[in-house]
């Protein structure tokens, strides 16, 4: 039952930590959205409308994959890591 608990456990805090993550990343991408937003409107007059929606277009498309790859690669990373203490225990006698 204690083993049970412990496993539990760590998938929380392994959950609670991805949502960290991924509250941080998407704070960090949001800033950076409302900064090319506003350039935007501050460069109205000064450059073509077709650049400044296509770099709004762009920030749009980093804010979703920029977050999904992060967590992406930290899901892989952790499956990885159980892969390896597998081909360890299968080591053991």
Sequence with gaps: ??????????TFVYNITNRWVGIRLDVI???FGIFTALSTVLLK????????????????DSIIFFSI????Y????????????MLQYTELE
């Design 1 to 10: 039952m204690r083993a049970i608990e412990k496993s539990t456990s760590s």
């Design 29 to 31: 991408v949001v800033i």
């Design 45 to 60: 007059g000064k450059v073509s409308n077709e650049i400044l929606v296509f770099s709004l277009n762009i920030v749009s």
């Design 69 to 72: 790859s992060v967590r992406m």
């Design 74 to 85: 930290a899901e892989v990373q952790n499956m990885m890591t159980s892969v390896q203490r």
